[in-house]
C-alpha cells in the first residue's frame, strides 16, 4: 500500500470535517423547524344545532354552529384550510366539511383571512348544513377535524338543541 501524499490526506481531513458539518447544521436546522412549529390548541365554547331543510326546500337537514377557540402556541403561523364535522346517530354516520372564517377576540369578523399568526388567539365560526334523516336530539356528541398547513386537530363537543 502506498503512502498518502500530505495533500491527499488534507483533503480526506477536510471531506470528513465538511460532511460533519454538514449533518450538523442539517440536524440543527429539523429540531429548530420541529420546534417552532404551530402548536394549537382547540376548545368549543359553544356549539348549537336546529333542524330544517336545505336550500332546496325539500331535503331535510342539520345545521350545526359551533363556536372554537383556537390558540396558537408555537413561533410559526399557520393556514387553515378546512374544518369537519361527523357524528353518528344509531348507526348511521352523517359528515360535512365547510371552509371556515376567521374571528379576531373582539369578534370583528375578518373574511377569507385563513391565517393564525403565532401565538394569536382566535374565534373561528362554522356553520355546517348536512341532509339528515335521522331523529331529533337534543344533544349530539360531535367530532370536528380541523386541517392546518402542519397538521390536524381534533375536538370532541357536544351539540345542544337550540330552541
Not at 7 to 35: E, Q
Not at 112 to 122: K, L, M, Q, S
Request: hydrophobic share 40%; proline share 4%; net charge positive.
Amino acid at each position: 500500500m502506498s503512502e498518502m501524499s500530505p495533500l491527499d490526506l488534507a483533503n480526506l481531513i477536510l471531506g470528513i470535517i465538511g460532511t460533519g458539518t454538514g449533518i450538523i447544521a442539517l440536524l440543527i436546522h429539523f429540531f429548530r423547524l420541529r420546534w417552532e412549529r404551530p402548536r394549537l390548541q382547540g376548545e368549543i365554547i359553544e356549539c348549537f344545532h336546529q333542524f330544517g331543510t336545505k336550500n332546496d326546500g325539500s331535503t331535510p337537514a342539520i345545521f350545526v354552529k359551533p363556536t372554537f377557540k383556537l390558540t396558537n402556541l408555537g413561533d410559526r403561523g399557520t393556514n387553515i384550510s378546512d374544518i369537519h364535522i361527523s357524528f353518528t346517530v344509531g348507526h348511521k354516520r352523517y359528515s360535512s366539511k365547510e371552509t371556515v372564517y376567521i374571528h379576531l377576540l373582539t369578534f370583528e369578523e375578518i373574511k377569507d383571512r385563513r391565517w393564525i399568526e403565532a401565538h394569536e388567539i382566535v374565534q373561528v365560526k362554522p356553520v355546517f348544513e348536512i341532509a339528515y334523516d335521522g331523529p331529533l336530539n337534543d344533544s349530539i356528541k360531535c367530532f370536528f377535524t380541523l386541517f392546518h398547513a402542519h397538521g390536524k386537530l381534533t375536538i370532541k363537543g357536544n351539540s345542544k338543541k337550540k330552541l
